[in-house]
């Protein structure tokens, strides 16, 4: 698992803000950035719905500030018209997370098995590059994302496997 504290302090460096849907796969960072609120410079922005959060992580960008958006791989189907019409089509760079439920560990979940299967098309449909999210090398995998949205000045994406940043 990467260390909560290491990661919310990398993203410090990265970003201003951070906004999303809450998933369990993310649970250990998002309750140590929530415990740390007064002492974390990242504001964070709780969206009742992903398209939401893209719309916030827009509104964000169109002020010259950076976000990271995060969601549970199932909110990857409420996204495309918020990514296409607005990120995209403005190029809106923002850095997205999202939970890659489906696999294995949590096949017993009807609800993900069949959006596990699809993430990875759906984010090739939708012209979004993304990485897997992993303990090793996840900082220069980051920065390479990272680099990536800034050239394009367009979304990028990280799929984040169970145990990635929760125990």
């Given at each position: 698992?990467?260390?909560?504290?290491?990661?919310?302090?990398?993203?410090?460096?990265?970003?201003?803000?951070?906004?999303?849907?809450?998933?369990?796969?993310?649970?250990?960072?998002?309750?140590?950035?929530?415990?740390?609120?007064?002492?974390?410079?990242?504001?964070?922005?709780?969206?009742?719905?992903?398209?939401?959060?893209?719309?916030?992580?827009?509104?964000?960008?169109?002020?010259?500030?950076?976000?990271l958006v995060y969601m549970?791989?199932?909110?990857?189907?409420?996204?495309?018209?918020?990514?296409?019409?607005?990120?995209?089509?403005?190029?809106?760079?923002?850095?997205?997370?999202?939970?890659?439920?489906?696999?294995?560990?949590?096949?017993?979940?009807?609800?993900?098995?069949?959006?596990?299967?699809?993430?990875?098309?759906?984010?090739?449909?939708?012209?979004?590059?993304?990485?897997?999210?992993?303990?090793?090398?996840?900082?220069?995998?980051?920065n390479i994302a990272l680099?990536?949205?800034?050239?394009?000045?367009?979304?990028?994406?990280?799929?984040?496997?169970?145990?990635?940043?929760?125990?």
């Open positions: 698992m990467i260390d909560p504290s290491e990661f919310i302090y990398y993203l410090e460096t990265k970003f201003q803000f951070i906004t999303g849907v809450p998933c369990s796969y993310f649970k250990d960072f998002l309750a140590y950035l929530e415990s740390h609120d007064n002492k974390t410079q990242l504001k964070h922005i709780y969206a009742t719905r992903e398209d939401e959060a893209i719309g916030i992580a827009s509104g964000i960008a169109f002020s010259g500030k950076k976000a549970q791989n199932s909110g990857l189907g409420n996204i495309g018209d918020a990514l296409t019409s607005l990120a995209q089509l403005y190029k809106l760079p923002m850095l997205l997370l999202i939970s890659y439920r489906g696999l294995e560990s949590d096949r017993d979940f009807p609800e993900h098995s069949l959006m596990g299967e699809v993430n990875e098309p759906v984010l090739s449909a939708l012209k979004v590059p993304y990485w897997d999210l992993s303990e090793d090398q996840w900082k220069q995998k980051i680099k990536e949205m800034e050239e394009t000045s367009a979304p990028v994406a990280f799929l984040v496997k169970e145990g990635v940043l929760c125990q």
